[in-house]
């Protein structure tokens, strides 16, 4: 987390593998928010922060009281980086968090889209008052976040599900192992394969396919956390 000033106006910025949405809140006690901007995420880091930058200029909004960011893709503990990320390999090791900070002068936060998602429900959502709960997202890629909790002491931690090696499968994975449950559930994955967007495919055996394999990985959350760690593993070597 980078800190600094101090307001009422928050900007929210939803980075996912395929699209980038932005808001502006006026609490975080509500769900509230007026759309600043939607754009296709660029791939191109340089490009995409730009685009950010420029929609959060023109809300005309000069003093923030923070930004929060969620992104497809796991955030180095210091809250300023991204570490893994095969839907956006480009953003990795890019100061996200510092770039921002420099433009507004404001506290950024910087989180896994699936952390952020688990945290709105408990916050606002059908999650409220559970002390162990999970937040699954199927979409260009596939991730989950799990919380454990009991009395005031919680552990919130996101899960890579998308990346546990499946017995006999050999495809191969934008993030570089063969056999990751994501190349049958991750949506840009299945249209590199198919040819065309998973929301045009109609073929029953797909989805039922589909449903088996996602049906696997809330059951290995152990598995999940170990291909994560080989991933990162690898991702850090690449670096």
């Not at 003093?63 to 990320?85: E, K, M, P, Q």
Request: aromatic share 8%.
């Amino acid at each position: 987390m980078i800190t600094q000033a101090s307001s009422n106006t928050y900007i929210a910025v939803d980075i996912g593998g395929t699209n980038t949405r932005l808001g502006l809140f006026e609490s975080l006690d509500s769900t509230d928010f007026v759309v600043l901007a939607k754009f296709p995420t660029v791939q191109n880091y340089e490009e995409q922060i730009h685009q950010i930058v420029a929609a959060i200029q023109n809300s005309g909004r000069e003093d923030l009281a923070g930004i929060g960011v969620s992104a497809a893709a796991r955030i180095a503990r210091d809250g300023h980086t991204i570490i893994f990320a095969p839907n956006l390999p480009g953003y990795i090791g890019k100061p996200f968090a510092q770039d921002l900070f420099e433009c507004f002068a404001c506290p950024v936060r910087f989180a896994h889209d699936t952390v952020c998602g688990l945290l709105a429900e408990k916050k606002f959502g059908a999650l409220r008052n559970i002390d162990r709960c999970a937040y699954l997202t199927v979409s260009t890629g596939t991730g989950a976040a799990i919380q454990l909790g009991k009395a005031s002491i919680s552990l919130t931690s996101s899960i890579e599900i998308g990346h546990q090696v499946l017995d006999g499968n050999t495809l191969i994975c934008l993030c570089g192992q063969v056999g990751c449950l994501e190349t049958f559930t991750g949506g840009r994955q299945v249209e590199l394969r198919y040819g065309r967007p998973i929301a045009h495919i109609t073929d029953m055996a797909f989805w039922e396919t589909f449903s088996d394999k996602l049906a696997l990985g809330p059951r290995q959350p152990g598995a999940a956390h170990a291909h994560r760690c080989r991933c990162h593993q690898r991702s850090h070597r690449a670096q």
